[in-house]
Nanobody, 115 residues
Framework: QVQLVESGGGLVQAGGSLRLSCVAS????????MGWYRQAPGKQRELVAV???????NYADSVKGRATISRGSAGNTVNLQMNSLKPEDTAVYYC?????????WGQGTQVTVSS
């Protein structure tokens, strides 16, 4: 089973930036994709960005041009750089990893953007 530990959330002013990181650990596993989802109060969890093992990326329309997803050189870390943050980006952000045919989720990290 894959364990995920997220870091980098917090309070930021509108127009600011932050970087979220997630480290995957556990027994031997083959990662197919890593990504970030978010869930705002009263809303469904939604995709923010995902990166496949070969490097292909996909972004939600709401963050295109403002977010960059990347993987660390060791392959078990995924980062999300978000710029020009808006109050509507406020949510709990969850790391997600697809490995060995299963999806695993982190505990979530709160991102709050003040206007």
């Amino acid at each position: 089973q894959v364990q995920l530990v997220e870091s980098g959330g917090g309070l930021v002013q509108a127009g600011g930036s932050l970087r979220l990181s997630c480290v995957a650990s556990g027994n031997r596993f083959n990662i197919l994709a890593m990504g970030w989802y978010r869930q705002a109060p009263g809303k469904q969890r939604e995709l923010v960005a995902v990166i496949a093992s070969e490097g292909r990326t996909n972004y939600a329309d709401s963050v295109k041009g403002r977010a960059t997803i990347s993987r660390g050189s060791a392959g078990n870390t995924v980062n999300l750089q978000m710029n020009s943050l808006k109050p509507e980006d406020t949510a709990v952000y969850y790391c997600m990893v697809v490995a060995d045919g299963r999806a695993s989720w982190g505990q979530g990290t709160q991102v709050t953007v003040s206007s």
